[in-house]
């Protein structure tokens, strides 16, 4: 075969060197479309070897190598390997993948560790099994059961650009020659070592091993050689030297360890106990050293949201024998290097402040942490498999890996990227090369071979067995969880099922019964405590995966066992081709495996809750049982009789994780109905033909949960789905019915269809087709309900979603194919016109645009004439507020990358000059002005990235596709995707700004389909009680209702008395009490919310138990006869709800970072919900409108408020309801009109206090951190001001919650200044010759960073500059003496010359830098923590005083948006022209 590459390549691959070298264009542009395939397909033991050239540092992940079964002559090249299906096997770092599935986590060697140079290559061998070869060392079976015509398969992904071929070579001879020899190697033992004569205990058969496989006697005879130190052989790798590997060779958690840690996993997981009482004593160490470049890696496995801080890894050169553990590791202050956060801590002390852009608090349950010291001593850390790069550079030659267990961090498991084989699987090699005969049974003539099924009498150490063999049991099963594994008495025959009854379950453990089979024989296998710690020979159904050797291959296979009752009954079988099946309740579970070997023995293993179970033989079959628990009623076989269908359709034995198949796949039901209410979706066992209706029997329903079945179609495979928790969560190729919406892909379609499946019964019957010209029909009761929707594409499967009340249906013998596609639907379909600009289009694109850029069509349509940039076109006018600015594409070109750019600008198209440099080649680099940008999904100001997974990528768009951009009335920033909202893209936008797209990649042309807000027709304008064409008249007619119902909403205000069952109302329903647990807390208003009417509510009592707080919205349905889940996030039909500083409809995040953190509101806060007459929903914290929250709430809708966590009291505040008018004006409550007043025309913060009800103090942690810090400090108490209303926080929590703004004016005259966002201030005690001076009014408000050692000196002369030269830059000390803790100017104290510049800002923005703030670190008392600090002071200037000038810390980029780089940096040398106002503190 020649050694190059099919001239068919990914559309970015580029082939030379004749064909032999592979390189990906656009490396730095674009990460993928790098595929390469081999020129003719693989030979029988050939390996299809490429050698990596270049890589680049751009890009995660690197290349990827495989085989595929598909022709490159006919392929439709994917973007990526893992794309391929159809027989592709694809290894992708150091996973296997089979059509884009993984079927194998870790094997081999990391892909992506590997650098230009190295080599690696892929073989079939004759047998059908999948190699890898890195550097010429074959990492073993990556897959089996090849097709015998496959192509070499290589994807320059990621970091890898360039590879070339280096040979095809045939190495089936020659690996067999290496085996042999291998084996040779592994069984010359040296002659150092001693080696007896024969194994212990011979292997005759007099000895009485007649009957018994050959691999298990001289297995056994290994295992006691080894145990008697008799045998000593050399079990680690060929690169390994010595004759023989400690046992501690595998890299472990050591046995010492901290105070609460308890090891378990063989010393591979470490697990911190009490983790809600206790944060720390939570270290581990390795067992041993780590070698040079061998990776530590740990799998986080378990977090809990109770503390702050989580993992910490690092090295250590303390022998962990020898270690007196610290509670934290970063309490060691020798010769250890620690991760922590983003940052790198070494002997304790901070040396890197952001080492990587990850923080390890942040990762999540799953994510992987690995460091590695390279053979240069340099220490690498690893997230996720991502090398961070360099932490240290120099590190001691023995060190051990170190992991803290700290804060949120509970359990974590080691992790062994490369297959280490277990002495079971070392022994197993010895065998072959012991005896060609290994494996097969040899049998006495005379030995009867026993036909009934029986546990085998040895077992695990805490089972017994019991009832002649048939039944196993845990006895002390509420002691221990494990250590339960029992094994059949003999192996399996070809399609026999082995199937066991559940008898008893305790309920004290987590997890269940496991079922498998194994190679091993019993008589002779050490049984471990469970079955997956097996490495070798066995495959295990465990919860709803199947692991093989100890490695799971299926994620989501069947159903899940740890959600199985008494009484169940789980089975396994081998069939004849050699495929594995297992079977909960006689259902088939489908293919868990192929290619098992015959002779294998069955498993179970009680394990956690399962106490007992007991053999099911065929002829002894209990009946189903006639309930289940928690009122689960399944309808025996019998009564179904009459339901059975004539056809072949059954339910899919792939399902939700609460939904049951039973009767032969023609029943599901939903399991523990009355405890759960979703994730039991249930499909076709195939698609619908042409034609051919499914329909199914509601059998059963519970008056417990609101809502009902959902049912639809969908085009994606059972096989390929990933069941979510409701099917209308799924957002492609799905179609459902909910109530009487008809949903496609997750949003409403039309409303009002012909049914409502919400008030179907016991008995109804519904069916659903697709007729021959692709329209979806329902049918209730066999009566066609017409058409649904249209243009629906063919194979489609029936989906079923079990949820809320219904809990059981059955498939009828009405599925059968009918079609009724030519008759006249009774039912109209409704016209929902998608928006259109109005006749005569008023926005136009300005005439100055990129160079590339043609405009047609009068301004209207905007064509890129030339390359894939310079297509920056701007609206002809700014846009007002609340203006929707409206494209649609019109044409793509998908030979590039990248899409369509949309957003605001304040740069005037007029102010562009008219040549080929007056714009950058994209959106992207417009920073001349202030711009407001989404690309892709990312939201960019200036081109700097401010928010990621925004609404839906705009990478997707095709023709016909509208983008909008709009200005909100709330400074906000609004992008619309063919007409939907897709939330808050920015805020603070500025009042003239224009819109700006850039015709960008595949997006060639577009059109503007919106019109001006002044010329939109009526029926296009929201109903708004100020429009301009409404008359004086007609606007007091629309008053007069909304008047009238905030009468009768104020009237009857108070709480609906339906409500969560843990709720008590008291004060004639305007006070409700959460009385018990944290949840079940939802109350509802017992009327409607009118329009523009503030419903508020204060919160009362807050119990600091608990995590967590209230969260309140509206629903779109009457809560009268609600069933209230246990948290009102739960509620996922017509709901709009404020949590934290999120918003979430029907329980999908819509919005982040809108207001305050709900969770950190105090006592006495007063909230309030609006509903406006633009329909849009207005969140009010002590009395400050935070905007727009959710737009297109239903009328009529109720106040729902959910009393969670902390929050377990709430009144609704009567005294002053308000309506709003209907001037669309902000609400401004008697608190601001306190704190500002005008001083010649210009808006002045007066009070820097908020209202004592609003004060924040006592609940933020962060001010209480800051405070400790204070204390900390040698100051005395008498500089500082003594009341602590006067000490202000200004987190993100407190500032939002006072309603700050960003930036006020002071002095005479005004100067901006910005608040110390992020930093917390205590106020001084204030000099009252200043106040009679009016100084902080008249003076101007800036900052000056300092360090901890000059606070000191500088309160003590009040000033920063003193008169008597002692200022904290002076080297010189001067007299001083103090007056009232006040310097009086002592004169000719000090010359001129001594007098040093200080430097001031108006923001801390600047003075905080670290420059003139350095950062000090210092031990927390209370929570045991390190943190850094830094401080600052807030000081009064003397207008003209100073001289303002540039920054002088060489920034490139704007520091501060208020001020420009040019006049951010203020100089003062006078004396007694600044005066201390506040100290202030930031904490890290």
Known sequence: ?????????????????????????????????????????????????????????????????????????TLDFPSSATGLKGGSWIISGCSVLRDGRSV?????????????????????????????????????????????????????????????????????????????????????????????????????????????????????????????????VSLGSPLDGGCSVTSNDALLFHEKCGTLIKLSNSNKTAERRRPLDEFNNGVVMTNRPLRDNEMFEIRIDKLVDKWSG????????????????????????????????????????GTRREYCEFSLDELQEGDHIGLMRKSSGALHFYINGIDQGVAATQT????????????????????????????????????????????????????????????????????????????????????????????????????????????????????????????????????????????????????????????????????????????????????????????????????????????????????????????????????????????????????????????????????????????????????????????AIVMSSRALREGEMFEILIQKMVDRWSGSIEAGVTAIRPEDLEFPSTMTDIDYDTWMLSGTAIMQDGNTMRNNYGCDLDSLTTGSRIGMMRSLNGDLHYYINGVDQGVACSGLPPELYAVVDLYGQCVQVSITSGSLPVDNSLSLSNVTEKSFPAHSPAPGIAHRFHANCGKNVALQSDGCRAVRVHGFSHGIVFSIKELRSDEVFEVKVDEIDEQWSGSLHIGLTTLQPSDVPCTSSGLPPSLLELRSKVSWLVSGS????????????????????TVGNRVGVKRGGDDTMHVFVDGVDMGVAAAGIAKNVFAVVDLYGKVVSVSIVSSSALEETESMKPPSMSSDSCSEEEEEEELAPCENEASVFMATIEFMENHGRNILLSNEGHTATRVASYNQGVVASAQPLPRQLLFKIQIDRLNSQWTSSLSLGVIG??????????????????????????????????????????????????????????????????GMDQGVAAQDIPNPCFVVIDLYGQCEQVTIVTNDVMAIGGDGGHLRCQGDLEKADVVDGIKENLCWTPPPEVNPMKTCEYQALCARFKELLPLPDGYFNEELKCNLCYCESCHKLRGDEAYYKRGDPPKDYALPFGWCRFALRLNPRCEVANVYKKWHTAYHGTSVGALRRALDHGELVSAGGASIFCSKQAKVELQNGYNEPEENSVQEKDIVKVNLSPTMRYVGLDRFCPKIQFKDLKSQRHHQAQVAFQVCVRPGSYKVGPQSVGASESIDPRFSNNEIEWVTKERASTVLYGLLIRVE
């Open 1 to 73: 075969m020649a050694a190059e590459f099919h001239q068919r390549t990914g559309k970015l691959v580029v082939l030379l060197n004749g064909n032999r070298t592979a390189k990906r264009n656009k490396p730095t542009e674009e990460f993928n479309h790098g595929l390469a395939m081999s020129q003719e397909a693989l030979g029988d033991g050939q390996v299809f070897q490429v050698r990596i050239d270049r890589k680049v540092n751009s890009w995660s992940g690197s290349i990827e190598i495989g085989v595929t079964a598909l022709d490159p002559n």
């Open 104 to 232: 194998l986590e870790e094997y081999g060697q990391d892909l992506d560790q590997l650098s230009e140079g190295d080599k690696v290559g892929i073989q079939r061998t004759a047998g059908g099994e999948l190699h890898l070869w890195v550097n010429g060392r074959d990492c073993g079976v990556a897959a089996s059961g090849l097709p015998p015509q496959v192509w070499g398969v290589v994807d320059l992904y990621g970091k890898c650009t360039q590879v070339t071929v280096v040979g095809c070579d045939n190495v089936f001879r020659r690996e067999e020659t290496r085996r042999a020899a291998t084996t040779e190697e592994a069984l010359n033992i040296p002659r150092s070592c001693s080696r007896p004569d024969k194994f212990p205990n011979g292997l005759e058969s007099e000895n009485g091993f007649v009957g018994m496989e050959l691999s298990d006697v001289v297995n056994n005879a290994i295992l006691t050689a080894y145990s008697g130190s008799l045998l000593n």
């Open 310 to 349: 989580s993992i910490e890894i690092g090295i250590t050169m303390h022998n962990p024998n020898n270690l007196d553990y610290p509670a934290t590791m970063t309490n060691l202050r020798s010769g250890t290097i620690m991760m922590s956060g983003c940052g790198i801590l070494t002997n304790g002390k």
């Open 396 to 679: 001691l030659p023995t060190v051990y890996g170190v992991v803290d267990l700290y804060g949120m961090a509970v359990k974590v498991t080691i992790v062994h990227n490369h297959n280490h084989s277990d002495r079971l699987r070392r022994n197993n090699a010895i065998m072959r090369a012991l005896s060609p005969d290994v494996g097969r049974r040899v049998f006495d003539s005379g030995d009867a071979e026993v036909e009934r099924l029986l546990f085998h009498p040895n077992c695990g150490q805490k089972a017994a067995i019991v009832c002649d063999g048939r039944t196993a049991l845990r006895p002390h099963a509420t002691d221990d969880f494990n250590h339960g594994v029992v094994l059949s008495n003999r192996s399996l025959r070809s399609n026999e099922i082995f199937q066991v009854r559940i008898d008893k379950m305790v309920d004290k453990w987590a997890g269940s019964i496991e079922i498998g089979v194994t190679t091993h024989n019993p008589a002779y296998l050490q049984l471990p405590s469970t079955m997956t710690n097996l490495r070798s020979g066995t495959w295990m159904m465990t919860g709803n995966g199947v692991m093989h050797n100890g490695t799971t291959i299926l994620d989501e296979y069947g159903h899940n066992l740890d959600r199985l009752k008494a009484g169940d009954t789980v089975g396994v079988m081998r069939k004849e081709d050699g495929s594995l099946h297992f079977f909960v309740n006689n259902v088939d579970q489908g293919l868990a495996a192929s290619n098992v070997p015959s002779n294998v023995y069955a498993v179970v293993d009680l394990y956690g809750q399962a106490a007992q179970a007991t053999i099911i033989d065929d002829i002894d079959l209990p009946p189903l049982p006639d309930d289940s628990l928690d009122g689960n009623n399944q309808i025996s076989p019998c009564s179904l009789f009459s339901l059975t269908p004539s056809n072949d359709l059954r339910f899919h034995h792939l399902h939700g994780n609460n939904a049951v198949i039973s009767n032969g796949g023609r029943t599901a039901f939903r399991q523990n109905c009355r405890s759960e209410f979703n994730d």
């Open 938 to 957: 990312e939201i960019r100001r200036n081109g700097t990235l401010q928010k990621q997974n925004y609404g839906c990528s705009l990478e997707r768009l």
């Open 1117 to 1182: 349905n009457c809560p009268e006869r609600f069933n209230f889940p246990g948290t009102a996030s739960s509620i996922k039909r017509s709901a709009w709800l404020i949590q934290r500083d999120s918003v979430f409809h029907n329980s999908l995040k819509i919005c982040d970072n809108y207001g305050p953190n709900l969770d950190t509101c105090p006592e006495g806060t007063v909230l309030g919900l609006l509903v406006d007459n633009a329909h849009a929903l207005h969140l009010f914290v002590n």
